[in-house]
């Protein structure tokens, strides 16, 4: 699939529904616990309202979405930003569409004024950590001399 033929376009409080189903979607599919479509959708509207968030769909469908969080920074002048989530839907994986939604969203980023992006994915997904290391992220393991971290949560 060519870049100039993919549609990538930054959602609007408008499109929270289609935001809540896909983001549940993707949540089903890893098996990890979600709230249901209507209320992620009611809980983004502010969010992105606020430009404390924005999604990006890709796709006529649309067939992906990359979800980014702004985060004030204590280490630099610019933003961070926190990619949240990535997906795009089984039937169009591996045609670039990840790759094009991680291109705009590292776009919008710097547009906004971030200057730099983290991001966590889980150890066996491999699709996702060579997009990511592909596009010049890195595991702190991987670091000479860099310190193993781990990501901890715990529900409050």
Do not use: C
Not at 21 to 50: C, G, H, K, T, Y
Not at 54 to 63: Q, S, T
Request: proline share 4%; no cysteine.
């Amino acid at each position: 699939m060519k870049a100039a033929d993919l549609q990538i376009r930054r959602a609007t409080s408008d499109d929270a529904p289609v935001f809540g189903r896909m983001l549940q979607a993707f949540n089903d599919e890893f098996e990890s616990e979600s709230p249901d479509a209507d209320s992620i959708a009611r809980r983004a509207v502010p969010l992105l309202e606020r430009g404390e968030i924005d999604v990006l769909f890709v796709g006529a469908g649309p067939d992906g979405f990359a979800q980014i969080r702004f985060l004030d920074s204590l280490y630099s002048d610019g933003f961070g930003v926190w990619l949240e989530e990535l997906y795009v839907v089984p039937a169009k994986r591996g045609t670039g569409l990840g790759r094009a939604l991680l291109d705009a969203a590292m776009a919008l980023s710097r547009e906004r004024g971030a200057d730099h992006m983290s991001l966590t994915t889980s150890v066996d997904d491999t699709a996702a950590r060579a997009l990511y290391e592909q596009n010049g992220f890195t595991n702190q393991e991987d670091v000479p001399g860099g310190p193993s971290m781990l990501y901890y949560e715990r529900a409050l």
